[in-house]
């Protein structure tokens, strides 16, 4: 029996195949690396003769701190961004949803949509131009009587910055899933809602968010998996040392550890640190999502 | 021009469009530590290429000759780790085939291979993870002591000890002779050498301040002798229109977001990445290794603080990289520059030439209160470690190629001008190169009495070059001289010329102004594990306190750096210089 069925799906699994083999070779293979983080890790003498000190690396990260605030920017960071990309995507997408002019809501989704193209080595550069301190930002900004803000070095400022940025670069992507639910609601429902006499603002709040409200649940828990990654690349291109102390994520700091300073102990060490807490997050919200909305995987 | 100046220890040129990292190279480059590691040692012999060698490589090792040719040719593969823009070839050559390379294959029948070609940060971290993966190429170059020790301690290069004694010239082992005997001495491990160390006399690049004189005239000012009347200049060059272009928009000190350097530390008696002995007779960490270090440093972050609120320093310099901040020295937007001898040949050079009326004079660096003027001094100023990595059949290649940059570009007895004047920028296009340490007292004497006499009957080929270069500017007054190709007769002049930067310098050691580095041992265990961390604090705090932060926040780290890591360093430091001093 199994091998009849073996055999009739064996073009199946053959196509499988190379997925496979990369997810063992890029994804399981390293895992071996973490060893690292129980060692004094001398890249040239290798894993088998690097010096073993146990939790060492971990001890001596909680002395220097350094790991609180990098946790707590990670945290808060990338709550703030999925709180807001949500929200905008939904509002927009409640928006876009009113529009009666069929290419005019084309165009206008494609403008949104377009800067979740673009790198943000490019878009580094451009919004450092513009947020510079005598940028095109702070040049309005001292039009109506505001003082420049020093929106890059300014640790009280640069979250917002991030997830200003990241809201408009993501929130036309997020459109498209709400949009797709927005339209899988029942028309008969807003048929009903208009015979009994119910506005645009009325249909919205009794008959769409309702409709969409499993979606956004799971949208949001499903986001939870990835709290920990706020996003290397953004932090990455518009970052400097005069905000370490309030931008610096787990990814830019094992970056810069690891890759600049080749502190592969250290840096291996928090990686793995963030991959156990991911992991937990990832299997919590794929319980919530589960009980919520009934979405499984497996 | 010529090669005295450092262009490595001025901050590294960093690149203004940072590298993306995608996460696919990251786990690729976690694979390769993993199958470097996993597998024991990987020699990748493919990338030394040598072509029907077999039969004939005992003659080959036979030719003790330092310059002999390679017959038949040999071809090593090496890295090239000053590959940046600042190199300007002419007639089509590039990084493979310019006059160096041509020459190491005519005179010593050497072809270089090069895997990568790279310079700054992105060369930085080419060289970690060329060290991690495992795969070296032949003979390359180590950037710090601490990766010394890791190729060391893991047995993956050569000891160099008997090659370099039987294959370097008279003229490269004169390199290290005399004072700089040190530099060998401090890189033996075991009494053995592992590599050829690239150094330079630190008096070369030694720390002095810069300032624009034309400015200081225009404001009717003096030459500040002291701190106070320099702190009072660079307020007066932001606030007074020293450009006298009736606009509010010069500033007195360009800072970057890296900090300042140790010139501006040293009129407040802090010394950065320095050990000096403390009261106790202990070594301890230059900046905040003790309770008057700190004390220091910490009247050197509230000077720093006081001129951010009041904008001699630019608001935004958190942000700034240093491409910008040399913008900013090229335009003319600062006057007051804590740097080192060597920038007359940098951004100042580029500065005179978009603004005729620049000029710029190096001033000694001053302290505050009438106390002793005090400058910080690193005797050892290493810049690399040339290496060969385990295994390779033709170490001497390494002295080999040493030895004929050293004839073709140091030596003056044999250097000629075909190679002296090629592609500016120091001879970065060569992939190893040494400086002549002796000198630079030397030229600048010898250029002193021959500007006074007008005789050159006794000047080298290369002190000639000076003379002429100097001569130009000085007599014509003529700064379109250095707009010529390469021509860098305002710089020399301001390097060697009267009133520059040697100057300067020769007055520091008649006056005996230098507090040196009193640690030249190998970097130490928890040096190499913990500085990193320490450092990223440091460069933290400082920026926090700059813009504005309570100078609590450094007091605190002060007294957590010990638990960080410091103490652990500064017990190895100490115990090294125990030794030392008894074995002395």
Known sequence: MFAEKFKRQLPLHIMLLPAVILVIVYNYGPMFGLVMAFQNFNPAEGFLKSEWVGLGNFSYLMKVGDIHQVLWNTVYISVMKIAAETLAAIVLALLLNELRHRAYKRVVQTVIYFPHFLSWIILGGIFRELLAYDGIVNNVLGHVGVSPVIFLGDNKVFPFVLVATHVWQQAGFGIIVYLAAISGINPQLYEAAVMDGAGRLAQIRHITLPGIKSIIILMATLSLGSILDAGFGQVYALYGPAVYKSGDVIDTWVYRMGLLDAQYSIATAVDMFKSVVSFVLVSISYFMAYKFSDYHIF | MKNHKNDRSNKKIKNTLKQAISCASCMGIVLALLISGGCGTVQSGKEAVQPELSGSSSAVAENMDPLGRYEPEITVSMVHQNGDQTVKFKNGDTFEN????????????????????????????????????????????????????????????????????????????????????????????????????????????????????DWLNNLNLQIPKTGEELFKVAEAFTFNDPDKNGKNDTYGIPMDNSGIESAFWNVFHSYPGIWTKDSAGKLSYGMYGSKEQADATKAALLKLQEFYKKGVIRKDFTTIEDAQLSEDIISGKCGVLFGTASRPYFQLQDNTKTDAKADWIPLAIPSLNGTKQTISASPLNQYGFYVVRKGYEHPEALVKLLNLYNKLENDPSTVTQEYLDVYGSFFKAAPVRLYEPHTFFNDYNSLKSAIESGDTAKLTIIQKQYYENIKAFSDAGDKTFTNRGNKTGWADFKYYGPGGAAAVAETYNKNGLYVYDEYFGPPTKSFISKQPLIDKKWNQIMMDIITGADTAEFDSFVESYGAMGGDAIAGEVNEWFELNQKSN
């Open chain 2, 98 to 213: 310019n006059v160096f390379t041509r020459a190491y294959k005519e005179m010593l029948g050497i072809n270089v291979k090069y895997l990568w070609v790279a310079s700054g940060d992105d060369e930085a971290q080419k060289t970690n993870l060329m060290i991690a993966s495992g795969s070296l190429p032949d003979i390359f170059m180590l950037d710090s002591l601490s990766q010394y020790e890791q190729l060391v301690k893991a047995d993956k290069i050569q000891d160099l000890t008997d090659t370099f004694e039987k294959y370097a010239t008279a003229y490269t082992k004169s390199i290290y002779s005399g004072e700089f005997a040190r530099e060998l001495e401090a890189v033996k491990r075991g009494g053995k050498l592992y590599t050829i160390p690239w150094f330079n006399d630190y008096n070369a690049i030694i720390s002095m301040i810069w300032i624009r004189s």
